[in-house]
């Protein structure tokens, strides 16, 4: 009997490697991955683009009026312009007293800026550095302060200055705004003070320099960056405000733009022809500063941000 034996198997080496008909793993979830990012891509543009006509469409529609004539307006408030004149604006310029208001305003705007600028950086310095309670407190009493509305304090302010004799003043006005703006001032230059090594500091006690010598000579210079972001916010509210030289200037040579621009607008009849030439006027130097001093304002905002 003989018997037969079988060949031995032999073991097939099989191909690992990804062909190019089979489909990797995890493919699809890729590719739907960069559809949806492809999608919200453009959603994104979409609402930017929705997002720049509200506010671009307001200003394009207040110029075009500002240049067309009242008959003009009045066949077609939201037609297309046929006839452009600059008569608008050289009325406007003459009644609201241009030149002078618009002195008015950047004396008030700068000696606000000026007070707040040093009067919060002075005060935040110790709250930044001295860890006790009261100056948590004090802190938090400057924070409450920043949600507190004009309105609610112009009564009392009123009456304060009044009593002071500062109404009708320029150094009245200046003191409500400063009054107003310093703690969010406080807030500002707080929070990046904090975030300054102290090792500056006491490295500069190692030298012989006293408190206020390492503020002038060591903080102060690198508070360059948030005093740019709040000197833009405050002046852009200062030249924009209305309330104020409302209510505590009564003199008419004493008033600012936005007054004058204001005394334009009757409780019954409104014209656009007069009142936008005045609006646009009132902001115009504010819109030539920020444009030619554009690059230091957005280089102020950006180091503030990524200061750390």
Known sequence: ?????????????????????????????????????????????????????????????????????????ARAPLGIPHTFTLKNFSAA???????????????????????????????????????????????????????VPVFVVVAPLYLLMRDLN?????????????????????????????SIPPDLEEAAALDGCGALRTFFTVILPLLRPITSTLLTFVSLQVWNDLIVPLVFLQDPDKRTVMVNAYS?????????????PAALLGVLPLFLIFVFLQRHVVAGLSAGAVKS
Not at 94 to 99: F, L, N, V
Not at 110 to 125: F, N, P
Not at 264 to 276: A, E, G, R, S, Y
Request: glycine share 8%; aromatic share 12%.
């Open 264 to 276: 334009f607008i009757d409780p019954h009849t409104v014209q656009p022809t007069t009142l936008f």
């Open 166 to 194: 500062l109404l009708d003043n320029y150094a009245g006005v200046v003191f409500v705004y400063t009054a107003m703006f310093l703690p969010v001032a406080v807030f500002f230059y707080t929070s990046f003070i904090r």
């Open 1 to 73: 009997m003989t018997s037969h034996t079988l060949p031995p198997k032999t073991k097939t080496k099989t191909d690992t490697r990804p062909s190019a008909s089979r489909p990797r793993a995890g493919a699809a979830p890729v590719r739907s991955g960069t559809t949806r990012r492809r999608i919200l891509g453009g959603l994104g543009t979409v609402l930017l683009c929705l997002g720049v006509l509200v506010f671009v469409l307001p200003f394009v529609f207040t110029v075009l009026t500002s240049l067309r004539t009242a008959a003009d307006v």
């Open 93 to 147: 310029f003459s009644q609201i007293h241009y030149g002078r208001s618009a002195l008015n305003t950047l004396l008030i705007t700068g000696l606000s800026c000026l007070s707040i600028t040093v009067l919060g950086s002075l005060a935040s310095y110790p709250l930044a550095r001295i860890s006790q309670g009261w100056s948590t407190w004090v802190y938090r009493l400057f924070i409450v302060g920043t949600s």
